[in-house]
């Protein structure tokens, strides 16, 4: 366990700790995986403050990875993916790839559908 949260930065002897994934492929795997998700969710499940989150998610949006659907007083997330990934070395890859390798196969979103609900 971290000294800061679950999912911090330091590790039990203080050590470094770090993850395959940023906080944008976290919070990313957490609205594929539950659509309907709070902010406050995500945030504790990534170990970053729902201000954080918030911040992820709105850029995501503005890209185009997610929408966001408001039902009553709850958002919900759709994830497109048919998007190609942002960096070169896996431009040829799509959030669909990604996040289909990384969910188990009962979560994985469908290929080659275009949005994720």
Same mark, same amino acid.
């Given at each position: 366990?971290?000294?800061?949260?679950?999912?911090?930065?330091?590790?039990?002897?203080?050590?470094?700790?770090?993850?395959?994934?940023?906080?944008?492929?976290?919070?990313?795997?957490?609205?594929?995986?539950?659509?309907? %998700?709070?902010?406050?969710?995500? %945030?504790?499940?990534?170990?970053?403050?729902?201000? %954080?989150?918030?911040?992820?998610?709105?850029?995501?949006?503005?890209?185009?990875?997610?929408?966001?659907?408001?039902?009553?007083?709850?958002?919900?997330?759709?994830?497109?993916?048919?998007?190609?990934?942002?960096?070169?070395?896996?431009?040829?890859?799509?959030?669909?790839?990604?996040?289909?390798?990384?969910?188990?196969?009962?979560? %994985?979103?469908?290929?080659?559908?275009?949005?994720?609900?």
């Amino acid at each position: 366990m971290s000294s800061s949260s679950k999912h911090g930065s330091t590790g039990r002897n203080g050590e470094h700790v770090w993850t395959f994934l940023s906080n944008y492929g976290h919070v990313l795997l957490c609205i594929a995986r539950e659509p309907d %998700a709070t902010l406050r969710e995500i %945030a504790g499940l990534v170990g970053v403050t729902e201000r %954080a989150v918030h911040r992820i998610i709105s850029e995501l949006e503005s890209v185009g990875v997610v929408t966001r659907v408001r039902e009553g007083r709850r958002n919900h997330y759709e994830v497109d993916l048919t998007l190609p990934l942002r960096h070169p070395l896996e431009e040829d890859k799509t959030v669909g790839d990604l996040l289909g390798a990384l969910l188990p196969p009962q979560v %994985a979103p469908d290929q080659p559908s275009k949005k994720s609900t």
